[in-house]
């Protein structure tokens, strides 16, 4: 049996051999680090016997897989002490997830704060006691009479939805046993550091129509130092909140009018525009024109995308002339009818068509969130149609695009290639090409990406962007997406260079995402404190007292007319209140004007962090203000 390890050397069993052994045999110290391994593709505890050849990779902690594991066994943990604490409860489902682990119960008490330490402390008494965990494979009638004495409902309802020849284990963890396909820790004395977050209500199987269970959520960490950096982080983010931010600088509001629909203020625009113009001029330098298509187009369009069969769920109707209209949930097809629209030759390629389109999704209001979910949005799409023998080269000029583009905001950002889902449209032939075009570009450029099996878009394969902000939190943003499907289905076609009519290839490329979700994450980015030409309110002029209003006005104006934001505080207050209060609205700079100001024309400028500028005269200020925006500096 051949186990091939990540530098491509392979090790030699005769018989069949544990995660641990393999591991052990690498490095005593490594196994001794290890949580378990992924095994061609799948992950693996421990404890867990390979018998065939295949590619192996030891995880740790810091790895994802390495967390699946921890967090799945600390969710083992929790549901085990709420049994010690609460006999009656009834379990239902308890998985790892990015940020930890949740499990779903049926009590009737209905758990507090107080009752989420106790349970805490009742986990930390079994850690001491260091149980092991032993799985055991099960038959389907096993499992349904082992569960059916236990009063297990939710169990047996898992089990019942599951195919008669379906293979079964249970994991026992001391004297808590659970359904459970794993994998687990060997033992749980990993698990040092423990913290309940909350418990929120969550329907079994997300029906509406089942009863409300309680989901407790939680995260564990084999250090306690990662706990309390954890915990920091949180408290950050919280401070950082976009909709927190967003109400307290005037930016955008959610109203119960319209709920996922968000209203922008006057500010708002200012950033929203700022973005817009710079984006438009960006893509407008490298070739791409831009369209405007309709948001309300008739029924039969969208059967002929397949958006009908793969996405009505998510979508907007309407009668018009008492025929059926959607509301467009995606840009697309309007840029198909535009490039339809004419003949095309060989020679107009690439034709590069771009779009900030509104769309309309509908989405469940439980999942409605700030402006990261919302049921309108606009996103920066792009259509390229392409020959073949183009797509890796405009593949690779999207992607060094993308780099600008997050670069100028200071983001890093690691790469996804999702394939072929379950529910999709075309042939083999065409899916294998696509994903094999991405690939080949992704690997020219010497990116390195994570595979997402099963998760590209119904009509294609993408590449996927996933930014890192300021506090170490990761967000999908930007997409390319390669399509054979809806050229085919509108018989797209050019006349190639024999005279005869061919196929072009479209590619959807949205490096924003959408204005709203990327507004959000840079207001969070930045915690409120963009930078100079993003800054709805560039500078505030702060007069000492009442008889320098009029010069305060003249800078005002002086100001506007260079084209920078300037905003006069005409209050009768402090000026030290009035200072206080452009530093929580994070103007960039404070413009302090009083006697020695006007007799020396210069400026006193505070930074919003609060230092304090030498005096600057009025003109060199301006050209300084300027040039900080032209470059868009981030400080």
Not at 324 to 352: Q, T, W
Not at 395 to 411: R, W
Not at 471 to 495: A, H, K, M, N, S
Request: proline letters at 4%; aromatic letters at 10%.
């Amino acid at each position: 049996m051949k186990i091939t390890l990540p530098d491509g050397s392979v090790r030699d069993y005769q018989t069949s051999v544990s995660v641990k052994d393999i591991t052990s045999d690498i490095s005593q110290g490594l196994e001794r680090a290890s949580l378990g391994a992924v095994f061609n593709g799948e992950i693996l505890g421990k404890n867990e016997v390979i018998q065939e050849d295949g590619d192996f990779k030891v995880v740790k902690f810091e790895d994802p897989e390495g967390k699946a594991i921890f967090w799945h066994s600390s969710a083992h943990l929790m549901a085990y002490a709420i049994s010690r604490l609460y006999p009656e409860a009834k379990f239902a489902i308890g998985p790892a997830i990015d940020n930890g682990f949740y499990y779903d119960i049926d009590m009737d008490y209905r758990l507090t704060t107080e009752d989420l330490e106790k349970i805490e402390g009742e986990m930390k008494k079994i850690v001491k006691e260091n149980p092991s965990f032993e799985k055991e494979a099960i038959s389907r009638e096993e499992a349904l009479a082992y569960f059916e004495e236990k009063g297990e409902i939710y169990k047996l309802d898992i089990i019942k939805d599951l195919d008669e020849d379906a293979s079964l284990s249970i994991y026992r963890l001391g004297d808590f046993t659970d359904l459970c396909r794993g994998p687990h820790l060997e033992n749980i004395k990993p698990i040092k550091a423990i913290k309940l977050m909350s418990v929120a209500g969550a329907y079994w199987r997300g029906d509406e129509k089942n009863k409300m269970l309680q989901r407790i959520y939680g995260i564990t960490f084999p250090k306690k130092k990662d706990l309390d950096d954890y915990l920091l982080r949180l408290e950050e983010a919280e401070k950082r909140d976009h909709r927190k931010l967003g109400k307290e600088l005037g930016l955008f509001a959610l109203k119960e009018e319209g709920p996922g629909f968000p209203f922008f203020y006057p500010k708002g625009m200012v950033i929203r525009n700022e973005l817009e113009a710079y984006w438009r001029k960006t893509q407008m330098e490298r070739g791409y024109g831009e369209i405007k298509t309709p948001l309300i187009l008739n029924e039969a369009l969208w059967h002929q995308s397949g958006h009908w069969d793969h996405y009505k769920e998510n979508m907007y109707f309407t009668k018009i002339d008492d025929e059926n209209y959607a509301i467009r949930p995606m840009n697309c097809p309007g840029s198909v009818l535009v490039y339809g629209s004419e003949l095309h030759s060989y020679r107009d390629f690439p034709i590069k068509l771009m779009e900030f389109g509104q769309v309309h999704r509908h989405e469940l209001s439980g999942a409605l969130h700030g402006l990261f979910r919302v049921r309108t949005f606009t996103q920066d799409d792009a259509h390229l149609f392409l020959l073949p023998s183009q797509i890796q080269e405009e593949i690779i000029k999207i992607m060094d695009l993308a780099h600008e583009l997050y670069s100028l905001f200071g983001f890093k950002y690691t790469v996804e290639l999702s394939t072929r889902p379950e529910d999709s449209m075309g042939s083999d032939e065409q899916w294998d090409l696509a994903t094999s075009a991405l690939k080949e570009a992704l690997e020219y450029k010497e990116i390195p990406y994570i595979l997402n099996e099963g998760d590209g878009a119904f009509y294609g394969p993408k590449i996927d962007f996933q930014l890192e902000d300021a506090i170490g939190r990761t967000w999908q943003c930007g997409t390319i997406q390669l399509d054979f499907q809806l050229p085919e289905r509108f018989d797209l076609t050019y006349v190639a260079e024999n005279g005869e009519k061919e196929r072009p290839v479209m590619v959807h490329r949205a490096l924003l995402g959408s204005m709203e979700r990327f507004m959000g994450i840079l207001i969070e980015h930045f915690a409120g404190k963009f930078p100079l030409w993003l800054s709805p309110v560039q500078v505030k002029i702060i007069p000492v007292s009442e008889k320098f209003m009029d010069y305060g006005e003249k800078l005002e104006s002086r100001f506007k007319e260079a084209g920078i934001r300037a905003e006069l505080d005409r209050r009768n207050e402090k000026i030290g209140y009035k200072i206080r209060q452009a530093q929580l609205e994070k103007v960039n700079y404070m413009a302090v004007v009083g006697e020695k100001e006007i007799e020396s024309g210069t400026i006193s400028i505070r930074t919003r962090e609060g230092e304090e500028l030498a005096p600057i005269p009025v003109e060199e200020l301006i050209a300084s203000l300027e040039k900080e925006i032209a470059d868009k500096v981030i400080k």
